[in-house]
């Protein structure tokens, strides 16, 4: 045999050895979004364009411990014939992923109250050893895949604690990771969620050995003193700074060895005096080295973000077509509705991004970064609300929206909060959502679920009653700069998503609002860092409405603090939002153009279908679409608690199923002994105002019908 033969031999081996591996894989979903590259894409084509229609479920799951107010945002991970999933309790199951039978669950709270949102584990196998990372409260968990028992030679008896290796009082931080963390080698590496107050600890990525739970590593997303970036910040004795945390997740370029990590704001959200200052690194989308930590390179895309416009989910690994050849990238959505495209070598963009000058803050103390990136992605939602865009689905909507929209200052998508009230469009709700973005590598398109929804930021001075403005250690003081957020500076809550806090006397004595403040609740976060005292003031200020007499020698806060008078959706006279529908939309863009190739309506809601209006108008989604090698987009994520399925190509509803509760989850997609499924979570509850539910449901072609 010749040397050519030789040569064709080996390449037919390895060929074919690579092959059977890719085929031995592509029915598994072993990753959170699908995979380490974030793509949301499944290379199954047994269900497709010619078939969906077909489609019917093949086995329910209920998890038995949902509640009111409960949602289940996981995506599941299907490992050879196992699923893993977790339920509104935060509870880990072990499904049959072939007929959905449980095989075992583990109880991260043994009973007690859950706390925090978990969209999944991560999977890690070293040999014969299998492992699922399960965040739960402060928490992260390693469990024996094939036992469901804990491992207790990782961290301490099985897990460790989030809030330590942070270089402060771990006692004092509130920290939890509501998306799972990712694998590199043997690291397992992890982001966090902290909370929205001004007391909300950093945000550090941190990296832990995945065997032993050995803390690695740390990059500080707020920099330290003598680290780049520190000077971006106006740093004042006494305040706190925190945020600018990874909550939605990472992406990693194993070949490289390189993880990308995308940022949210600094707290606070919506009023920085204290932190004064581009606030490097927020709002960034950060390449490191997976295995140390060290910063490559990074790009901000929000300088003194005042809007709460976080960076909602991980970049997607993309390859486009550059200059006669192909570039690698990624591609970021934003809650600004653009899809950022960056070299994924260099962080440079490869789309316009210049800087462009935007409205100054009004709110005494404040100082808006004098410019900000204007056009720096593909754009792919409606930006900025004039009275050409609002609402047309009444005259009598049209014109309530009308007069509302003069109330409120409204300069471009930039205008910071004000205490007149400023409308954001888009802004906090999205844009795009932590659901992220779907990628079809062999099509070179992306697809993606977005909202188009006007927000009221409007802000509020904290005053404490009868005293100097600055004595905010106060019932009321702790109140305003750690729950008004989501409650509202009346507690008025905000409908379908917090409660009302009036009443909750009627609801709840001091003790049991007490064991909440210090253990969380729900999606609520657990308050560590208030003392004894300052959890009595808080208590007798939400049960009595007002607040204690301040002594002289009170606590002080340091600067006047602003609040926002809570998530406020700009809605008409019914509740629905005043502008111009669809309010939510599934997108398609083309990577080869770098423009939207389709963009349909995303759901309805049922009340306005009862009033005899027809069209569909989308509604505010949450949760995160799949594309198939089928030719298919599955999406949950509406209003209307419908799971439906789109020609990829074209952008048409082939086929919908009403769920038992809204599938506000992104979907997986699988294959068992040569039978493909789709599954998803039906939750309900979240932000969306719709009952609650505990399903997992998968589905599948009828036997004989592939």
Known sequence: ??????????????????????????????????????????????????????????WIFNTGDGGEKTTIECNPIIIGKTMYITSPALALIALDAATGKEL?????????????????????????????FLPAGSYLYAVNAKTGKLHADFGNQGKIDLRENMGTDPESLSIGLSTPGIIYQDLIIVGSTTGEGYTAA?????????????????????????????DTWNWIAGENYGGANNWGGMSLDEKKGWVFVSTGSAIYDFYGANRLGENLYANSIIALNAASGEKIWHYQTVHHDLWDVDLPCAPTLISIPWEGGWKEALAQPTKMGELIILDRNTGETLLSAEESPVPGSNVPGELAHPTQKLNQGIPLVTRGLDPEKLTDISPESNEFARKELAKYRIEGIYTPPSMEGTIAFPGPRGGALWGGASYDSKNNMIYLNLNEIPMILQLAKVDSEGSSPKEALSGYGLYMTNCSNCHGTERQGMMGSFPALTGIENRLDKSQIIQILSKGKGVMPAFPQFTEAELEKLAAYLLEGKTEELSPDSPKFGLDKYVLQGFRIFNDQDGFPASKAPWGTLTAVDLATFSVKWKVPLGYYPALREKGISEDTGTMTYGGCVATAGGLVFVGATADELFRAFDADSGKELWSYKLPAGGYAVPSVYEVDGKQYVVIAAGGGNRMGTPSGDAFIAFSLPDGKE
């Open 1 to 58: 045999m010749n040397i050519k033969s030789w040569i064709y031999v080996v390449f037919f081996l390895v060929s074919f050895a690579c092959g059977n591996k890719k085929e031995a894989s592509r029915g598994e979903w072993t990753v959170y979004r699908g995979g380490k590259d974030a793509a949301q894409f499944s290379e199954l084509d047994q269900i497709n364009v010619k078939n969906i229609h077909l489609l019917e479920p093949a």
């Open 104 to 132: 075992w669950r583990f109880d991260p709270f043994a009973g007690e109250t859950a706390v925090g949102v978990n969209r999944g584990v991560t999977y890690f196998k070293d040999g014969e050893k299998e492992t699922l």
């Open 202 to 230: 950093p945000g550090h990525v941190r990296a832990f050995n995945a065997k032993t739970g050995e803390f690695v590593w740390i990059f500080h997303t707020i920099p330290q003193e003598n680290q780049f970036g520190h």
